[in-house]
């Protein structure tokens, strides 16, 4: 902390003497010159629309019908909640998010724990193991669909069912497809758990092992009192990061299943675009949905840009 | 390294100079088996990782039929036919016509593959658009957004201003919204505004969404770049702009290259909003990557193909970032790894 320390010590204050008599901005101008063109295109793409279908939400309207949106107060909301099949899309959100995310912070910690330690070509492993995160969901869960086959994809076949006819259909069971959903997003996620929890491990100081050592603490108690918790943060922050994308999951649902077999994998966001996009474009009735939503994420985003700030600071 | 001359050294010292410290409960023949199991399990796991990448490049080499065989094929001679079938479109050909393409000696790979299954190519297909639009749409979007956030990133940075956290705060807060929330009021925007289906309706969009993530990458980057350097340059009678476009850019280049990258990957691999905003002309290749049909049914080597277009790049950048990466998926708050 000396850096910091000589660096307050040694800086001059902001505004420091300019040769005078050349034309030149001043601070605030700049600051207003190179802010003011990002906080006017999110105003504009995000903002703005957000507005407007918050007061679409309160009114009966479809954009492929030529009459002007009717107020019709709180109507669409009430429809929603007493809507069962709007339940169920939220409990099949839940469920995916709680199995997905859970799998992943197991296979990410676990991962993060085998590599931990140094060895040659380590880092390649690292590497090699991430590069699922760095893919295009859609197509990731394109080429699942062809994994998955019952009869030609070779998941069947790696897991030992080697018969055709007496496999396992994924996509096309209820609970199996709402399995193979989870999978494809552990397969692609937990790297990203792995490189969070590798961040944690790498910062413990090697001394506290050393002492635990000494004292001949056993290997899991020097686990779970001296892993576990200097992890913990970093977990934290991964668990809730992915629980957000889970909550979101769009791209490898509409790719695997498109919501069926029925609606046993229809999550929110799928549930969001057939209601806004499809058949009627109900887009009144879709912008509430939106907008219990929204509440919802910034509920949990809240919870994470909190735990983010702390990590910036600490 | 400074390397201390055996001569300096006092009697007793080691014979080299120790640059590793042993812990103490890492010495002995146990750690070591268990550090070696542990890399063996590690490989082991990254290559049952891979193996559905592995599976989808081969299945873009495979024949029609080598894909779609049960029991899987591993072994078949590679073949081209996946993406030619991928970038042609095509159709049946009559038995006459079929015999005066053979006597054609101009043909091209994928005509000679088509005419190989009875059929003659008869242009190129839409694929082919959708590539180009997604190029061109992630190409001016990234510019954009990465453009714009340099700016801001380092105006957040090096000024002092009001309500700071709360304006960092609504940045990231619009990357956390889902894209179909937000696509409702924009595809009704844009239909009044006719930019429903185009490529600047699109590259708006795109650049508004990576904006908010690549000011926080970007400000932890500049952050990092210590202000004397500027001081110092604004008291040689250099002005703000002047300093900033000296020193500070050239310093935050890795920042910016990391960050660009970051931001082409998300436009690049980008599906709820292609998929909702546009349907023609400005359609990119995610949304049509699973909708692949050839003469008859799945082609599924086709798709392989066109995924495998869509991997090769996140794989090269996986490993071009590899020390980055942490930062990108992080928003730029987690910088040790």
């Known amino acids: 902390m000396s850096q910091a320390a000589t660096e307050r010590l040694t800086a001059p204050p902001a505004t420091t003497a300019r040769k005078s008599g050349r034309r030149h901005l001043s601070d605030r101008q700049i600051l207003m010159l190179f802010i003011l063109p990002t906080v006017t295109l999110l105003i504009l793409m995000n903002l703005f629309p957000l507005i407007y279908s918050l007061y679409l939400s309160f009114t009966d309207f479809s954009v492929i019908s030529s009459t002007a949106p009717v107020w019709v107060g709180l109507d669409n909301y009430v429809q929603l909640v007493n809507d069962p099949d709007i339940w169920h899309n939220f409990a099949t959100t839940g469920r995916f998010a709680l199995l997905s995310v859970g799998l992943e912070t197991v296979i990410g910690f676990g991962l993060a724990l085998l590599l931990r330690n140094k060895f040659r070509g380590s880092g390649i492993v690292t590497t090699l193991i991430l590069i699922p995160m760095m893919l295009s969901p859609i197509v990731v869960a394109t080429f699942w669909k062809l994994i998955f086959n019952p009869s030609y994809g070779i998941f069947n076949y790696l897991i030992g069912f080697t018969n055709p006819n007496t496999a396992p259909e994924w996509l096309g069971e209820g609970n199996l497809a709402m399995w193979a959903i989870v999978i494809v997003d552990a397969w692609m996620w937990s790297p990203f758990v792995m490189l969070l929890c590798l961040a944690g491990l790498s910062a413990i100081p090697d001394y506290l092992y050393e002492a635990a050592s000494i004292d001949r603490a056993s290997a899991w108690f020097q686990f779970r009192r001296i892993t576990l918790p200097q992890v913990m943060p970093l977990l934290l922050i991964a668990i809730l990061f992915r629980t957000i994308e889970a909550f979101k999951q769009f791209d490898l649902v509409m790719g695997l299943t498109g919501g069926g077999p029925g609606n046993a994998t229809e999550t929110v966001s799928v549930q969001l675009y057939q209601l806004a996009f499809q058949g009627q474009f109900n887009t009144g009735l879709s912008s509430a949905l939106a907008y219990i939503v929204l509440v919802v994420i910034i509920a949990i985003s809240n919870l994470l840009i909190r735990a983010l700030n702390r990590a910036r600071e600490g | ?337």
């Open chain 2, 1 to 337: 390294m400074a390397s201390v001359p055996q001569s300096y050294q006092s009697p007793g010292a080691p014979a080299k100079p120790v640059n590793v410290s042993i812990r103490v409960d890492k010495v002995g023949a146990r750690p070591r088996t268990i550090n070696a199991i542990r890399a063996v399990i590690a490989v082991i796991i990254a290559c049952i990782m891979l193996i559905p990448v592995v599976w989808m490049a081969m299945t873009a080499f495979k024949s029609r039929p080598e894909a779609v065989a049960a029991p899987p094929v591993v072994f078949f001679t590679p073949s081209l036919e996946g993406f030619a079938s991928l970038l042609t479109n095509r159709r049946q050909a009559t038995p006459a016509e079929l015999e005066a393409e053979r006597q054609r000696t101009d043909l091209s790979w994928a005509d000679e593959l088509a005419l190989r299954r009875g059929q003659i190519v008869i242009g190129e297909s839409d694929f082919v658009r959708q590539l180009i639009n997604s190029i061109i749409i992630t190409g001016v979007s990234t510019f954009l957004s990465v453009t714009l956030a340099v700016l801001s990133a380092y105006a957040f940075s090096r000024f002092p201003m009001p309500g700071k956290d709360d304006l960092m705060f609504f940045i990231l807060s619009q990357r956390m919204l889902p894209a179909v929330v937000v696509t409702i009021p924009i595809f009704l925007m844009y239909r009044s505004l006719g930019l429903q289906d185009t490529h600047i309706g699109m590259i708006l969009l795109y650049t508004a969404f990576n904006l908010s993530f690549a000011v926080w990458l970007l400000k932890g980057f500049i952050d990092e770049i210590p202000r004397e350097y500027e001081e110092a340059a604004l008291v040689d009678g250099y002005t703000r702009l002047q300093a900033f476009r000296k020193i500070v850019l050239p310093q935050a280049a890795t920042g910016i290259a990391a960050t660009t990258v970051f931001a082409a990957i998300f436009s690049w691999n980008e599906y709820a909003f292609a998929l909702m905003l546009t349907s023609n002309v400005a359609r990119t290749a995610p949304p049509s990557i699973p909708l692949v049909l050839g003469v008859g049914g799945i082609e599924w080597a086709a798709i392989a193909a066109g995924s495998l277009a869509f991997l090769i790049p996140a794989v090269l950048l996986t490993f071009a970032l590899r020390k980055h990466l942490l930062r990108g998926v992080t928003f730029g708050a987690i910088r040790k790894g």
